[in-house]
């Protein structure tokens, strides 16, 4: 007999919807070990990570009335939530002060290739680390640090539209990495 | 650009990950609703980075998982009805209410008795017994907030009948209170039913008793979505299957 209670996506949806406790303990119980990988893969401060984690549930808890299953599954939804945090942890003041001697400054133009979280042995960026330098540094700058294109042209000095094309190349590339 | 083309340009991945203007984003949702490729092209990338996800997971400590739930708690929305909150807080009055009345049942049922029989001490004795231990079966439901209930509404067969069940998801108790039924045909009993995923699973046969609100403690449930009662033929072959007509039925 089945002795472990399993909700579809759409069932946890209505129920975290309701506001049902049960549910949402369901959904940390099931995601927030894959949702706190994320979180580590750009916040390397353990204790910063648990803060940022915290805030991702609540603002689960808080905001699942905006999410809007046509674009897209619960879990992506969940994990751009969770990299969003990430990423306004990091690029925080309270962070960067907690964190001086990899520092950036205020100003885009200083990012530099090796700037960022280092650590290189989880999730996404095991994956990142086979690909080109030129790539990696694309996709580093904007899915784990959260520059924009324009940010990272700027930065990199190279053209927006190559920016763009880069980024395509590299998560085609990504896709068939994690597939 | 064919659709093909489209989909292997890298906008899919670009979406979900979010690194996509807003512009770009629109055309992509309206794609999705176009062609149905586009859409399943999307999912298989979802599916595959949450596989991804789900397999680089940390699991974080036990005070993190503590600090959210306090920090939620209570928070629920006060407008809906089926919210948890508001249902323990039912709940409880409900539990209350339902204690009282179980109390009062079971002191007429013992006045009655004594009434009819001399051995009044034996049969007080009993109910005494028998109300404790209903009572702490209502204390273990009130202690409990992993109790969920579901009340179970009158079908066409019917319509005014009126069942409650609380299931304890921890311990997996199950517990039949029959509200308002009407007593079976000597040849005929309730059977109470738990529904996972579609499937009927036997909780048990009820024996229904004169008492009032009487608490009936049945089989222990692994999970389940939905809860029903049939009136079945006595002495049936096989009672893993429901042959007789729903009488009540509910969700959790």
């Known amino acids: ?36 990988g994320i979180v580590n893969g750009i ?27 046509s674009k897209g599954r619960l879990f992506t939804w969940m994990l751009n939530i969770a990299r969003n945090a990430s990423i306004d942890e990091i690029r925080s003041k ?16 200083s990012i530099g290739v090796s700037i960022g979280p280092l650590v290189d042995d989880v999730g996404l960026r095991k994956v990142l680390t086979k690909l080109k330098d030129e790539l990696r540094v694309l996709i580093d700058m904007s899915y784990f640090q959260g520059f924009t294109h324009e940010e990272i042209a700027r930065a990199l000095d190279i053209p927006l539209g190559t920016v763009k094309t880069r980024i395509r190349s590299a998560l085609i590339q990504l896709r068939t990495m994690i597939q | 650009m064919s659709i093909q083309e489209y989909i292997s340009s890298g906008i899919v991945e670009s979406y979900v990950l979010g690194l996509i203007s807003d512009e770009e984003a629109r055309e992509f949702e309206q794609m999705c609703t176009k062609h149905p490729e586009v859409l ?89 017994a028998e109300l404790s231990e209903i009572k702490k079966d209502i204390q273990v439901l009130q202690a409990n907030p992993t109790v969920k209930m579901a009340a179970m509404g009158g079908q066409e067969a019917s319509p005014t009948s009126f069942a409650t069940v609380y299931w304890d998801t921890t311990s997996h108790d199950v517990y039949l209170m029959v509200n308002n ?17 579609g499937q009927p699973v036997d909780m048990g046969l009820i024996e229904i008793t004169e008492k009032p609100l009487q608490l009936y403690r049945l089989k222990k449930a692994q999970a389940a979505q939905a809860f029903a ?16 007509t729903v009488y009540v039925m509910g969700k959790l």
């Open chain 2, 181 to 197: 039924m009407p007593k079976p045909a000597s040849d005929k009993q309730y059977q109470l039913w738990a529904f996972l995923d």
């Open chain 1, 43 to 69: 916040v390397t401060d353990k204790e910063i990570a648990n803060d940022v984690l915290q805030n991702v549930f609540v603002n689960i808890w808080r905001k699942i009335d905006s999410y809007d299953a």
């Open chain 2, 40 to 128: 399943a092209a999307r999912t298989a990338f979802e599916l595959a980075l949450e596989k991804q996800a789900m397999e680089n997971a940390i699991t974080p400590s036990l005070d993190v998982r503590n600090k959210i739930f306090e920090e939620i708690s209570g928070t629920g929305k006060v407008v809906t009805m089926q919210q948890p909150v508001a249902r323990k807080t039912n709940w409880f009055k409900y539990a209350s209410a339902a204690s009282v009345i179980l109390l009062a049942g079971s002191i007429y049922w013992n006045i009655m008795l004594s009434n009819k029989n001399k051995d009044l001490q034996n049969n007080y004795n009993n109910s005494v």
């Open chain 2, 229 to 244: 009662i049939t009136l079945e033929q006595k002495n049936r072959p096989d009672i893993s299957k429901p042959a007789g």
């Open chain 1, 94 to 109: 309270g962070f960067k002060d907690s964190q001086k001697n990899q520092s950036l400054g205020e100003n885009v133009d």
């Open chain 1, 1 to 36: 007999m089945n002795t472990k209670i399993t909700y579809s996506e759409q069932e946890l949806v209505a129920l975290l919807r309701q506001r049902n406790e049960q549910g949402f303990a369901y959904l940390y119980d099931n995601y927030s070990g894959a949702l706190f």
